[in-house]
């Protein structure tokens, strides 16, 4: 093997240039050749691929989205463009793949392994919604991003004594709202993975105000409702004063964290040395602080990403 291709797909999330980073870097250390591809699946089968230079990598480690960009590009589903994908490949002397991206970028490279193409899967996406792995590169940032924003939105609802429900992304995983939710305090979290009671919800805002707390914060995954709909039934059991916003992208930019820069390092060294073990048609991730490699095709067909519901129970044991 001499060359690899390297491509980042789906939503943005902060930590995937970090990873770009580590795959080209330990690619270019170990004798090989490293080519960007850029727009995702569309620039693959368009030939937007241009050979990576190591001097210009550090200046990337510390930013924010993805420097190869990415597209939406619903023709890869079809398989004469996912094997038009792999002409040009050939064409450019690749001979292996490393995709960085959520679920939808991993089924490109589950297909592109069942047509023979060496292909491993890096989890990068702000949801942590990836079966093989704890956690995601990006999850970290964008859970401390809408941390800070709970926490001033925190400051406005006990200055005027107001409930705000608070929308975060997540549209089939409550792993944002979960975390930011306890890191905040939140009243209440809620979730795609659990059954949830409005009106209990209410009930409990209710109750806090007679024993003396005259805010909340309620904390909603975009996959339940939008925070407009939840406010809009939260006020029929209730004179709450409530106000609804949506933190949106906002959660997806930025500078990464120091956990999503290491993890990015990590796992992107990883996807190279067992391409250099001759090992391919991977999900790689990390279990227990521990590497993990998986098949990319057992792993998106057999098995799903598992939220950790327990911290609801958390979060009702230690608030207010």
């Known amino acids: 093997m001499k060359r690899i291709g390297i491509l980042t797909s789906g939503g943005d999330a902060a930590g995937m240039n970090a990873a770009v980073r580590a795959i080209a870097r330990s690619a270019m250390n170990a004798g090989l050749e490293a080519y960007g591809i850029n727009y995702g699946y569309k620039g693959l089968v368009e030939g937007n691929i241009f050979k990576m230079e190591s001097t210009k990598l550090d200046e990337i480690v510390n930013r924010g989205g993805t420097i190869l960009y990415s597209a939406r590009y619903p023709e890869f589903a079809e398989k004469e463009t996912q094997l038009k994908g792999i002409e040009v ?10 995709v960085i991206g959520g679920d939808g970028s991993y089924h490109g490279a589950e297909k592109l392994t069942m047509h023979g193409f060496n292909s491993i899967g890096v989890p990068g996406t702000i949801d942590n919604d990836i079966p093989g792995t704890d956690f ?9 991003v809408a941390t800070e924003a709970l926490d001033r939105i925190n400051d406005t609802a006990t200055s005027h004594q107001r409930v705000f429900v608070v929308e975060v992304m997540g549209r089939g995983a409550g792993d944002i709202a979960l975390w930011s939710g306890i890191a905040a305090a939140a009243d209440a979290i809620v979730i795609p993975e659990r059954e949830y009671d409005i009106e209990a919800i209410a009930n409990k805002l209710t109750e806090n105000r007679k024993n ?3 805010h909340g914060l309620i ?12 406010k809009e039934k939260l006020d029929q059991y209730g004179d709450f004063d409530s106000r609804a916003v ?3 992208h906002v959660q997806r930019g930025g500078v990464p964290t120091t956990k999503d820069r290491v993890l990015a390092a990590r796992l992107g060294d990883y996807a190279i040395q067992l391409l250099l073990e001759g090992k391919g048609g991977l999900a790689i991730g990390i279990h227990d602080n521990k590497l993990v490699a998986t098949d990319i095709i057992d792993t998106l067909e057999n098995h799903k990403h598992q939220t950790d519901v327990s911290l609801l129970d958390l979060n009702d044991r230690i608030r207010f």
């Open 219 to 230: 904390v909603v995954a975009e996959g339940v409702m939008t925070a407009a709909e939840f």
């Open 246 to 248: 949506t933190l949106a």
């Open 89 to 98: 490949l050939n064409k450019f002397g690749i001979e292996a793949l490393v």
């Open 212 to 214: 003396g707390k005259d």
């Open 136 to 144: 995601t590169i990006g999850f970290d940032t964008a859970a401390n």
